[in-house]
């Protein structure tokens, strides 16, 4: 199955010469996001069937490539088979949707021949088995995806945030080579197989742990290592958002669970409040920032945070549960934390597509300037819609599956001997329940001031249904997110071997219950039927349509609708982004952004307008990141002097290192 595998990413790779041959004409569009759909389907398929049918052994390959001693190493076993279905999964989605979309490109050329090397190196990093092979894909991914990023060049914000995503993945990298550098040991032992059979020692295994925290972390987003993604995300073309989003995080939280699920041996339960914690923040984090924000790609982006910490307070739990060698609470929370993976990347798919069907049809990012669309893009309005309740963990759709069993995993916690974990847990449970809640708040609003209401600007009131191709995309995920809801014992027995590789344990059979049930614990603690809570809604909905429609007094009876106050019909009337989070800003703004208000009211006569005045701070950036950039800049500046050195002086420097090189050696144990 590997080998197939690597011939997918072979075709995808070779994609990039043909993109650059046919100068990126609409034929080029055409054949580069076909080839694609076609590739990513296969690996996608095949790695599902390897994931259903695993036993236990997997499949490995090596190849004569890589470090002399070593070569490359890539293999399928459970985990990555998962991940390797949710990765194609995803990039199949976007190729369709991008099929009607890249018409709209402006700069083909410099999308075309990234795009499917991009798809390759995340299907590579899955496939790695060694350290040098993953982290050869890793900095693969991280290169075409910045070239990705910084399509739009000529906008001087997304070159910005090509210039700060690169310093993170650069920062990551590093931080992923020394964990694998630790590991290896001084025998160089790079191969997985061989950092298995270490065991590194408490100490070691702990300063791993950090450090892959901090780079899969800054890959996947978690607050404070987050920096880069609000700012790459929204410059990017609409279907790589998705796939940056959607996608390569996931590759982030691939590579957590690979290393210290797998290859750090068994965890200390410390381990897991690092973890909790860092979780919990983000999660709550990411929705605050999300509802701040007005651009909509901006808000799907801080979204991905919050979404991320989610997963992350899962593992931790698992990783709690596994130190403790409690394997059916271990994989209840591990298998909660996958299918969140796999949900996530259903649903923020989704909705970067809608954005980007939105942005193609209007020009505009901005939610203050849309408004109205639901009657002129009403298919788009409809799946929009479905993941805007998917995401906010409402039933029955899959959002609510997998937060729930997180919760359910969260009452166990009782169990855990640790005072420190049993006092930190339900911390992060109430963290969670603070950020579900919060991003029900944040997709109403999105929503309803981008597709409800009056038309805010000509270019929403001029907008047009989007291509048949990226309906037909979005629809495909709303369905997925309405199968993975109401039916959520097939993907829970699905993930079992994982569950079973990585925690010795596994959730009861799922689809042998009742009704199409699912019960994770025993049936006297809790159960959850998403097929009778989708019945029960529609039948509802059926129900009172008719009810108002046939049985409802025929009587017309006009009046003047009620305008909350206002008796100007026009769009400036309507609330807007920015009053609908006003609350929740003066709540949480001044404590987190450090908000303030400031009013100006003209004097009686005046015709001038009334201003509010509002300024946030992001703490994250001013507190870490500023001052490293000052010092930066400070230290450049004053270092610049080295440029104008003599030879002699530039040889006296380079003798001065020799000498001080050779002084470690000399006293190094």
Aim: overall charge neutral.
């Amino acid at each position: 199955m590997v080998v197939y595998a690597l011939f997918g990413v072979l075709a995808l790779v070779a994609l990039a010469p043909v993109a650059i041959a046919l100068n990126a004409s609409a034929r080029a569009t055409a054949l580069v996001y076909s080839a694609s759909l076609m590739i990513t389907l296969i690996v996608g398929t095949a790695a599902l069937l390897a994931l259903t049918g695993y036993d236990g052994a997997g499949s490995a390959v090596t190849l004569p490539l890589g470090l002399p001693w070593l070569g490359a190493h890539f293999r399928i076993d459970a985990l990555s088979a998962f991940f390797l279905a949710v990765i194609n999964l995803g990039g199949a989605a976007a190729s369709l949707f991008a099929l009607g979309y890249g018409r709209h490109e402006e700069f083909p050329g410099r999308v075309l021949p990234f795009y499917p090397v991009y798809l390759g190196a995340m299907n590579l990093v899955l496939l790695a088995d060694d350290a040098f092979s993953f982290l050869v894909s890793w900095e693969f991914m991280s290169l075409s995806s910045w070239a990705l990023v910084i399509a739009h060049h000529r906008v001087r914000e997304n070159l910005r945030a090509g210039y700060v995503y690169l310093l993170m993945a650069g920062f990551g990298t590093l931080a992923l080579l020394l964990a694998f550098g630790l590991l290896a040991g001084a025998q160089g032992n790079y191969a997985f197989d061989a950092i298995r059979a270490a065991h590194p020692s408490t100490g070691l295994a702990a300063l791993v742990l950090i450090l892959v925290l901090i780079g899969a972390g800054s890959k996947a987003g978690l607050v404070p290592l987050h920096a880069w993604l609000p700012l790459a995300h929204p410059a990017a073309p609409s279907h790589i958002s998705a796939l940056m989003s959607g996608v390569m995080t996931k590759v982030a939280v691939y590579a957590f669970v690979r290393i210290t699920f797998d290859l750090l041996g068994p965890p200390d339960w410390w381990w897991s409040l690092v973890v909790l914690a860092v979780g919990g923040i983000s999660a709550v984090m990411g929705v605050l920032y999300a509802l701040m924000q007005r651009d909509v790609k901006r808000v799907l982006a801080y979204s991905t945070i919050e979404n991320i910490g989610i997963i992350f307070a899962a593992l931790g739990l698992a990783l709690a549960f596994k130190a403790y060698a409690m394997h059916f609470a271990a994989a209840l929370a591990l298998t909660a934390a996958l299918l969140h993976v796999f949900n996530h990347a259903l649903f923020k798919n989704l909705l970067f597509c809608g954005a980007g069907a939105v942005l193609s049809a209007t020009g505009e990012r901005d939610l203050e300037k849309l408004g109205g669309l639901i009657h002129r893009m009403p298919q788009t309005a409809f799946v929009f819609l479905i993941g805007c309740t998917a995401i906010s963990a409402l039933p029955p759709l899959n959002g609510f599956v997998s937060e729930w069993l997180i919760f359910q995993a969260i009452l166990l916690s009782p169990q855990l001997p640790s005072w420190g974990l049993k006092l930190m847990v339900p911390a992060v449970g109430a963290l969670l329940a603070l950020s579900a809640a919060l991003a029900g708040a944040c997709f109403v609003r999105a929503f309803g001031i981008g597709f409800l209401g009056r038309p805010r600007s000509d270019e929403a009131r001029g907008a047009q249904e989007t291509d048949t191709h990226s309906l037909a995309a979005m629809y495909a995920l709303a369905a997925l997110c309405l199968i993975a809801g109401i039916l959520p014992g097939l993907f829970i027995d699905t993930l079992a071997p994982v569950a079973q590789m990585l925690t010795q344990g596994r959730m009861p059979v799922q689809t042998g219950v009742e009704w199409l049930s699912i019960v994770p614990i025993a049936e006297s603690r809790s159960s959850y039927n998403g097929l009778l809570v989708f019945v029960f809604m529609t039948a509802s909905g059926m129900i009172a349509a008719f009810a108002i429609h046939r049985l409802a007094s025929d009587r017309i009876r006009r009046s003047i609708a009620w305008g909350c106050g206002y008796p100007d019909p026009g769009p400036l009337t309507q609330y807007t982004a920015d009053s609908l989070a006003q609350p929740i800003r003066r709540v949480f703004g001044t404590l987190v952004f450090s908000a303030h208000e400031s009013g100006e009211m003209p004097p009686p006569g005046s015709t001038a307008p009334a201003r509010l005045t509002v300024k946030m701070r992001d703490p994250v950036w001013d507190t870490l990141y500023a001052p490293v950039a000052d010092f930066i800049t400070y230290a450049s500046e004053r270092l610049n002097v080295l440029q104008f050195l003599t030879i002699r002086r530039y040889l006296t420097l380079v003798f001065m290192a020799l000498v001080l090189l050779l002084l470690v050696l000399a006293i190094w144990p």
